[in-house]
């Protein structure tokens, strides 16, 4: 969201000026999020931080421990000296490369997965929330889909559909997909007998018009909210899909990938499974942090909740 | 009584059905030949044509769904391709070591959270609550692979006190049993921990806020029973039902648990189905996980009757 947006938000709804300003003076707001710009930016200077092509490997420079200088092959075939900063695995490759590559797909997975689950859980809470037919077939559907455990449907997915980026964001979004259906339906179902909505339709305001400009706006910060949550076990789980080997495809380097390969010969190079765990381990961190800051800040009545 | 859990029954029934429906449709919502992913890749031409007459796949979606259904209740999930048995075979197999690994997981868990929990939550504020809190958040984002690592390396291979892997039934004596699933069940109990801590913390300090623990202390009652009486006693259902919720996270845990701890449960036995492609044996395992945590919930539910003598149905 831009400063404009925001400002413009914020003039109609003069309570939320103040959440927002709350939030970024809260100190886990800025822990979380302070770390995770760090990481945005390590995902985005991938290129100019010492690191060679993440898929680049060397039949001479295997196994090495973290801090070696060996060889590393270009696409070239033209051979380096590279210094492997936290070693390589079992074809060579430079695990230093390959997990501040990592950093990329793991944010671009836990962004796009809860961009998605928000996205299909809003339309499906409006519709639930608005809809009366509709309701009680999508709930009923929404509780059976939340009776099975979110790593299993994603695996059984990921199965079908054969492991790409696309297909693992779509299948760890979709189990995420009913708790963001019940929250928006709840906020629905609460503020569709407030007062001013109840004006507004008294005054013969569009449906439409109703969902998009009242009670929406609304429903902004327990989203905001619940998405960084969702980001957060989209992470992990895209890690563990990625480990169990029924993630993205091998050479893609994800922290997963990494850690699946380095399982193999973890009793004598156990830091093929530690670099990538301790940045999985930080990351998802820092968005819990940021999370349970906003959910402090921005959602009081969530925060008495838990 | 017997009245509330008739209907409580009832209510389970339709979330059963769903999760049947969502477990058919995976498979026939799929662009593909339904027979001959079920078949296997290595399937011969033969084989997939008697999977198609077994699930009558040539007729309308409902009369397999009701095909389908009628196979199900009568126990078959149908014949692992990889495997070469009955599903329904498989899964009673693999059960046991699935078993014993969450019982001890949340006996585990159970035993240190809630006493930590009232704990903070008697102390609000103090060291050991902020101790909690902080632990609670770091357990909630350690991934369960990365943590089994860390507890592989530290107490298997430099302290030497533990087995790395592996897993002895029960029948082989008790020492050798618990040796190889101290590890796993500790691993798999920390984010159990941060979750019914959590919880045990946050009821109990809602309870500690009553007029009635007032009355217990005015009257003169010892600080400890008072907690365990009187505040503990009230927050039990929020915390039995957290647990029932945490299932979900458990199943979630065994699956990553028992592939690093190479223990020959139902969680690797999902991760080699999937490995295998042997889609037989995947529908029945997220069946056969879906039904225990409805039931488990259920069963979570009725409870609420004995833990809360004001609950009346």
Redesign the interface.
């Known amino acids: 969201m831009d400063a404009a947006a925001l400002a413009t938000e914020s003039a109609a709804v003069p309570r939320h000026e103040s959440a927002w300003r709350r939030a970024r003076r809260n100190a886990s707001v800025r822990l979380g999020g302070v770390v995770l710009a760090l990481l945005v930016g390590v995902a985005i200077a991938a290129p100019w931080l010492g690191t060679v092509d993440p898929t680049l490997f060397d039949a001479g420079s295997r196994d090495l421990v973290p801090g070696k200088v060996g060889d590393i092959t270009t696409l070239e075939g033209e051979t380096i000296r590279h210094r492997f900063l936290m070693g390589s695995d079992s074809f060579g490759r430079d695990i230093y490369s390959r997990v501040i590559y990592g950093t990329r797909v793991s944010l671009s997975v836990g962004l796009l997965a809860s961009l998605l689950a928000l996205a299909f859980g809003i339309a499906c809470g409006l519709g639930a929330g608005y809809v009366r037919w509709l309701d009680g077939v999508l709930m009923r559907f929404m509780d059976g889909l939340m009776a099975i455990p979110a790593i299993l449907i994603a695996i059984a997915l990921v199965a079908l559909w054969h492991a790409s980026l696309a297909t693992v964001i779509v299948a760890i979004a979709i189990p995420e997909i009913p708790r963001v259906t019940r929250l928006v339906r709840s906020l629905v179902l609460s503020i569709r007998e407030e007062p001013y909505v109840e004006a507004a339709v008294s005054l013969g305001t569009p449906t439409w018009r109703i969902m998009f400009g009242h009670i929406l706006p609304n429903c902004v910060a327990p989203l905001i909210v619940q998405g960084t949550y969702i980001c957060a076990s989209a992470i992990l789980l895209e890690a563990i899909l990625s480990f169990l080997g029924v993630g993205l495809p091998p050479d893609i380097p994800t922290w997963g990938n990494i850690m699946a390969e380095g399982r193999v010969q973890f009793n004598e190079y156990p830091h093929n499974v530690f670099f990538p765990g301790v940045f999985l381990a930080v990351t998802v961190l820092a968005v819990n942090i940021l999370g349970d800051g906003l959910r402090d800040t921005l959602d009081p009545k969530m925060a008495k909740r838990v | 009584m017997l009245q509330y859990i008739a209907r409580r029954l009832l209510a389970t029934l ?6 049947a ?3 058919f449709l ?2 026939r919502l ?1 662009p593909g030949d339904p027979a001959a ?1 079920l078949a296997g890749d290595a399937a011969s031409p033969d084989q997939i044509a008697r999977i198609r007459v077994s699930l009558g796949l040539e007729r309308p979606i409902p009369v397999q769904f009701g095909i389908w259904v009628s196979h199900l209740l009568h126990g078959d999930l149908g014949e692992s391709f990889y495997f070469k048995i009955k599903v329904s075979q498989l899964i009673a197999q693999r059960l046991g070591p699935t078993l014993s690994l969450g019982a001890l997981t949340i006996a585990i868990a159970v035993l240190v959270s809630v006493p930590l929990g009232t704990l903070a939550a008697w102390r609000f504020g103090g060291w050991l609550d902020r101790a909690l809190m902080g632990f609670s ?2 357990g ?7 943590l089994a ?2 507890l ?2 530290i107490v298997s ?1 430099k302290l030497g006190w533990l087995p ?1 892997q592996g897993y002895r039934p029960l029948a082989d004596g008790a020492w050798p049993f618990l040796r190889h699933l101290i590890l796993p069940a500790v691993t798999l109990s920390v984010i159990f921990i941060a979750l019914i801590a ?1 919880v045990t913390r ?1 009821s109990v300090l809602e309870a500690l806020g009553e007029d009635y623990i007032r009355t217990a202390r005015a009257k003169g009652l010892r600080e400890a029973r008072v907690l365990v009486r009187h505040a503990l006693a009230n927050a039990a259902v929020p915390i039995v039902t957290v647990i029932g919720i945490g299932i ?1 996270l458990l ?2 845990g065994v ?2 648990t028992e ?2 701890y190479a223990i020959p449960g139902l969680g690797r036995l ?2 080699d189905a ?2 295998a ?1 042997d ?1 037989p044996t ?2 029945g ?2 069946l056969f ?2 039904f225990v ?2 039931l488990v919930n259920l069963l979570v539910d009725l409870s609420y009757v004995f833990l809360d003598p004001r609950i009346r149905y």
């Open positions: 339709p979330v059963l059905a769903i999760v429906v969502l477990v995976l498979l799929t992913i958040v770091l909630f984002s350690i991934p369960v692979f990365v690592y860390l592989i390396w291979l790395v959590r946050a979900a199943i979630g699956v990553v592939s690093v999902t991760v999937v490995l492609r889609f995947i529908q395992v997220i996980f879906s945590y409805v």
